[in-house]
């Protein structure tokens, strides 16, 4: 019975740490892009000078042309 005084605390204190680490991500901005990183993973060549040079507004455009060529089969997506 003594040993809940210590494992409780020790629970508590651990489950505060976690909580402070996703609220840390989430005000980070960890979680705001959810779309790229699973197209990253399609394309062979990613390269990392186009998201670079897109601007916020323009890449949800270039996402959008990335899933149809993705679709359609077309590996070659340097363009």
């Known amino acids: 019975m003594t040993i809940l005084y210590i494992i409780i605390p020790i629970a508590i204190i651990l489950v505060s740490f976690f909580v402070l680490i996703f609220l840390w991500a989430?005000?980070?901005?960890q979680f705001d892009d959810?779309?790229?990183?699973?197209?990253k993973i399609l394309i062979d060549d990613w390269n990392e000078?186009?998201?670079?040079?897109?601007?916020?507004?323009?890449?949800p455009q270039i996402l959008q042309t990335r899933k149809n060529a993705c679709r359609a089969g077309n590996t070659d997506l340097t363009k």
């Open 34 to 39: 959810l779309e790229t990183p699973a197209h």
């Open 49 to 59: 000078n186009i998201a670079a040079q897109v601007d916020n507004k323009e890449k």
């Open 26 to 29: 989430v005000k980070d901005g």
